[in-house]
């Protein structure tokens, strides 16, 4: 349970304790400080002036011209800068908005986001009017521009425009290219990409990797061709490699990856003792890994792992500022920074009694006392709904010689079918389910048999996946068919049908693939999905990824595209998609 579960339960107080923004006093005094000094790198007490959402002054002086000003005296606590999250998804199930809130309660008040999803799902100008908007509220939301879709789509030239890429890149609000999803393609000499990263480093932004598994010489090629940065590293010994190849190293902790305890044992017995060049992330943990906390939880666990405290509070803020070029307004507690600024009772403690975000009070001694107000979704989505096409007979047909194996949450392996697949049910002695993709207009379909999902799974519907196209999957067509019309009913989500009952009605309105709930809601529903998976034979860690990646090129060995039946490693389509 959270250490401050008082307050993460008690949202309803947002309504009986907000102010309304204008009736803030602009000017803030926080006496008796004692705060993280990144300039010295040291502990430091003096007094942090504060006006509007900027830090102006940090030293001995008090100011001479006090009216209106609100004074805060921080005897006894300890004052860190607000956390970064500079590798966020914010659609795995919740949404940018409900991820920065429930991120800027536990003192994370600044997030990178991924924007593939706003990429892959929203015109341009929009979506850049979108992310402008966004940023207007208390947390601090910048963005990543992927160069590449993650994923085999017939439409990605349409999409990964020069124009769309150039606007995106040129944005003030987008520090980095990435993650490079791409890179095989990168060593093989793929001149569209090679071409774009040039672009990232012409505007002088970060290129991120996602490299697992690199070896020391394609670590060292793509750094030369401009890759700064990865956070893909599983063992000390990788970390390693990484910081010898000149990498700024992020320790990852996510519902797939919970790596970092490890992480940090062994990088601390070989000897590590300067963290300067370590970030840390959460990268996308589904809803319900958030529960302890957000980057507090991560910082946690490195101060337990004997990381010293003040390493690992830059790990999360100064580190990240520095190394994307915004040290100048994020990271440190200083003149002409953002006062993002968390509030501990103790120094080893990361989880915050009170938390400022761009000068307003977000948490005060553990209450909630900031509501942002609703961001205006309906201007940027449209609802989730295939268009105008039902399902047939003939798209549940399924002959297809070769299958596809889960072999863990996310890894995908060919393999050769040996079940009847021209029957209404199959056996529940076997873990083998149907499995049918479709494009979310109805033009094109894919049928295969999936391996190691689920051993008793009756039937599945979502649109959960990059592009929002319909992915079915179980053991009885009929099932299957009664959770597509659910999933069109609720406006796209995952529908899960069991002995003739919707037992999941998880609906995800924007886009078919982020939940429009706050994150309390959404982290006990995403248990209700799990325990639904569970019952149903789904044996690995995490169904909700299992979903998401099917379609995602950048994780080995086989993938379903729009394209088909993908070969990864030899960059090749080894069954087409069926036009309906």
């Known amino acids: 349970m959270h250490p401050h579960h008082s307050l993460w339960n008690k949202r309803e107080k947002r309504n009986q304790i907000s102010v309304v923004r204008g009736e803030r006093a602009p000017s803030k005094v926080i006496t008796n400080a004692t705060f993280l000094n990144s300039g010295r790198k040291q502990w430091t007490t003096a007094n942090i002036w504060i006006y509007a959402d900027r830090i102006v002054y940090v030293g001995d002086a008090l100011p001479t011209k006090t009216e209106g000003t609100e004074w805060t005296d ?81 439409d990605e030239h349409s999409v990964f425009t020069p124009q769309a890429l150039e606007e995106w890149l040129n944005h003030p609000l987008v520090v980095q290219g990435g993650e490079l999803t ?65 990498y700024t190293t992020t320790l990852r902790h996510s519902s797939l990856r919970p790596d970092l305890p490890l992480l940090v044992k062994e990088i601390v017995d070989a000897g590590i003792t300067n963290f300067n060049r370590f970030l840390m992330t959460t990268d996308g943990g589904n809803p319900s890994f958030y529960e302890p906390g957000v980057m507090d939880q991560l910082l946690r666990i490195a101060i337990e792992g004997g990381i010293d405290p003040i390493a690992a509070y830059e790990m999360a803020s100064y580190n990240v500022a520095r190394h994307y070029g915004i040290d100048a307004h994020h990271g440190m507690i200083a003149p002409g920074r953002l006062a993002h600024l968390n509030f501990l009772e103790d120094v080893t403690n990361p989880a915050p009694v009170s938390v400022l975000a761009k000068g307003e009070w977000i948490v005060r001694d553990k209450e909630l006392v900031y509501t942002n107000e609703p961001f205006p979704w309906n201007d940027y989505t449209k609802p989730w709904k295939p268009l105008n096409w039902d399902l047939k007979d003939d798209d549940l047909h399924f002959s297809m010689p070769m299958g596809i194996h889960l072999v863990n949450s996310v890894l995908l392996k060919p393999y050769h079918i040996d079940v009847d697949g021209a029957v209404d049910e199959l056996s529940p002695d076997h873990d083998e389910c149907f499995f049918a993709m479709f494009d979310k207009e109805g033009k094109w379909r894919m049928n295969t048999i999936i391996k190691g999902f689920a051993s008793n ?27 597509f019309e659910q999933l069109k009913e609720q406006g796209g989500g995952i529908s899960i049908v069991q002995s003739e009952q919707n037992v999941c009605n998880w609906k995800f309105p924007y886009y078919g693939v982020m939940s429009d709930q706050p994150m309390e809601t959404l982290i006990e529903e995403h248990r209700a999905f799990e325990n639904v998976m569970k019952e149903a034979g ?43």
């Open 74 to 154: 921080a005897s006894g606590q300890w004052i860190v800068p607000g956390y970064i999250e500079h590798h966020a998804h914010p659609f795995i199930g919740y949404n940018p908005e409900t991820f920065a809130n429930y991120a800027l309660e536990r003192g994370t008040s600044t997030i990178f986001n991924d924007n593939l999803i706003l990429m892959m799902n929203l015109e341009k100008k929009k979506a850049l009017t979108l992310i402008t908007e966004m940023n207007k509220g208390p947390s601090s939301i910048y963005w990543s521009c992927r160069i590449d879709s993650q994923t085999e789509t017939k």
């Open 457 to 483: 799974l009756d039937g599945l519907a979502t649109s959960y996946s990059i592009t929002g196209d319909v992915v079915l999957i179980g053991k009885k067509k009929s099932a299957m068919k009664q959770a």
């Open 538 to 580: 789904y044996s690995f860690d995490d169904p909700l990824y299992s979903i998401f990646f099917f379609s995602s090129t950048h994780l080995p060995y086989v993938r379903m595209t729009s394209k088909g039946i993908y070969d990864v490693h030899k960059k090749s389509v080894l069954f087409p998609t069926i036009m309906r």
């Open 182 to 246: 791409g890179w095989p393609k990168v060593i093989s000499g793929d001149d569209t990409l090679l071409h774009w990263m040039e672009e990232v480093l012409k505007r002088n932004k970060r290129i991120e990797g996602h490299l697992p598994g690199a070896s020391e010489r394609t670590l060292a090629q793509l750094a030369i061709l401009g890759v700064t940065s990865d956070h893909e590293a599983i063992s000390g010994e990788e970390v390693l490699k990484r910081l010898d190849a000149g």
